[in-house]
């Protein structure tokens, strides 16, 4: 007895929007992917700073503080041993005479949010497809929010304001052209998610993580390590500032008093 196999035939448009939606569910499977990966390595990179910076973050961020204070000290003297010391920018930037506009980067960035949130919120979706597309977008954009991206939010608004509407369409060619909206919005995501990673992988802090690991395996503390070491930066930091600051103070009047008020401003 032989055996019959049924074909159900598809046509052309049937075809192409099954071939789309597999390739959908392959990028956006990458994408959640290297971003369940990204989060795990960022909470991690956070797990250690908890640990790190009470410990030695704050000490290197003295001395930091202390030697770009010596250096400006140090330029200071120079200019007042120089006969050039010019009046103070600080003070003449205060002066009615020339107002100076403020540059506020953290308003900048709220405004564009704001733009971005306004045009993608999700109840502005015309059905559950495009509900669902607004979450995403707006789970990205408020990513790069939290990272202070200025650039990444202005390409999310770009992007958002390009992309065609497509109207809400049980129509093959309806749902083959939202398909392809959505593989390359997924594309977008890996190719961020990558950055995103390498960026994180590359930070002082994961390095330090990664010299921390490597210490513990060779039975070694190097957080102790560094707060011995920072201590003795701290001190020799602070050693030097004194250093700058008592030629300062044989420096004659006015030079003296504009060189200390410089510094403490």
């Given at each position: 007895?032989?055996?019959?196999?049924?074909?159900?035939?598809?046509p052309?448009?049937?075809?192409?929007?099954?071939?789309?939606?597999?390739?959908?569910?392959?990028?956006?499977?990458?994408?959640?992917?290297?971003?369940?990966?990204?989060?795990?390595?960022?909470?991690?990179?956070?797990?250690?700073?908890?640990?790190w910076?009470?410990?030695?973050?704050?000490?290197?961020?003295?001395?930091?503080?202390?030697?770009?204070?010596?250096?400006?000290?140090?330029?200071?003297?120079?200019?007042?041993?120089?006969?050039?010391?010019?009046?103070?920018?600080?003070?003449?930037?205060?002066?009615?005479?020339?107002?100076?506009?403020?540059?506020?980067?953290?308003?900048?960035?709220?405004?564009?949010?704001?733009?971005?949130?306004?045009?993608?919120?999700?109840d502005r979706?015309?059905?559950?497809?495009?509900?669902?597309?607004?979450?995403?977008?707006?789970a990205e954009?408020?990513?790069?929010?939290?990272?202070r991206?200025?650039?990444?939010?202005?390409?999310?608004?770009?992007?958002?304001?390009?992309?065609?509407?497509?109207?809400?369409?049980?129509?093959?060619?309806?749902?083959?052209?939202?398909?392809?909206?959505?593989?390359?919005?997924?594309?977008?995501?890996?190719?961020?998610?990558?950055?995103?990673?390498a960026?994180?992988?590359?930070?002082?802090?994961?390095?330090?993580?990664?010299?921390?690991?490597?210490?513990?395996?060779?039975?070694?503390?190097?957080?102790?390590?560094?707060?011995?070491?920072?201590?003795?930066?701290?001190?020799?930091?602070?050693?030097?500032?004194?250093?700058?600051?008592?030629?300062?103070?044989?420096?004659?009047?006015?030079?003296?008093?504009?060189?200390?008020?410089?510094?403490?401003?």
């Amino acid at each position: 007895m032989s055996e019959l196999a049924l074909v159900l035939y598809q046509p052309p448009p049937t075809r192409e929007l099954q071939g789309r939606l597999a390739l959908l569910g392959k990028v956006q499977g990458e994408a959640d992917a290297l971003e369940a990966e990204y989060e795990q390595a960022r909470e991690r990179i956070r797990d250690f700073e908890k640990r790190w910076k009470p410990a030695v973050g704050r000490r290197y961020l003295e001395v930091e503080g202390l030697k770009e204070k010596a250096e400006r000290a140090r330029r200071l003297l120079r200019l007042a041993l120089a006969g050039r010391l010019e009046p103070s920018p600080e003070a003449e930037a205060l002066s009615p005479e020339t107002p100076q506009a403020v540059f506020r980067p953290e308003n900048e960035l709220r405004s564009l949010f704001r733009e971005l949130a306004r045009r993608v919120h999700p109840d502005r979706a015309e059905d559950a497809e495009d509900r669902q597309r607004r979450h995403e977008f707006m789970a990205e954009a408020s990513r790069a929010y939290r990272n202070r991206d200025h650039r990444r939010l202005q390409w999310l608004l770009e992007h958002w304001m390009a992309t065609p509407r497509i109207a809400p369409s049980h129509a093959i060619d309806s749902r083959i052209a939202r398909a392809n909206q959505k593989i390359a919005w997924a594309r977008y995501r890996i190719q961020e998610m990558n950055h995103l990673i390498a960026e994180l992988h590359g930070s002082p802090l994961a390095e330090m993580r990664r010299e921390c690991e490597q210490a513990a395996r060779e039975g070694r503390n190097l957080v102790a390590e560094m707060r011995v070491r920072v201590l003795d930066d701290l001190a020799r930091a602070q050693a030097e500032l004194d250093a700058v600051l008592g030629e300062v103070d044989r420096l004659p009047d006015p030079a003296r008093a504009e060189v200390r008020r410089r510094l403490e401003a």
